[in-house]
């Protein structure tokens, strides 16, 4: 497995950008220079992410989230891939 993230990546399981393995292994992001917490996306060559707005979601269960375009800079937050 590769040191850097991918360069888009989702959590919601059915997005084509979903990776289970990567998220499991932990992923971190640093967005204009301050680290978040709530991203449901992000893509690092377009610039933008997705944050989840609190706890509200929408018809379907799934969360509102609004898009931001700034810097995004993923890293792995266990920078072992054997110890997930």
């Not at 360069?7 to 640093?30: E, N």
């Not at 700034?70 to 266990?78: K, L, S, T």
Request: with cysteine.
């Amino acid at each position: 497995m590769s040191d850097t993230p991918p360069d888009r990546l989702s959590v919601d399981p059915s997005s084509p950008h979903h990776d289970a393995d990567v998220l499991q292994r932990g992923v971190g992001i640093r967005f204009k220079g301050e680290e978040k917490t709530n991203v449901e996306e992000y893509c690092v060559s377009e610039g933008w992410v997705r944050l989840a707005l609190g706890n509200r979601v929408d018809r379907k269960g799934k969360a509102l989230t609004v898009k931001l375009q700034g810097v995004v800079e993923p890293y792995f937050q266990n920078t072992d891939p054997s110890a997930a």
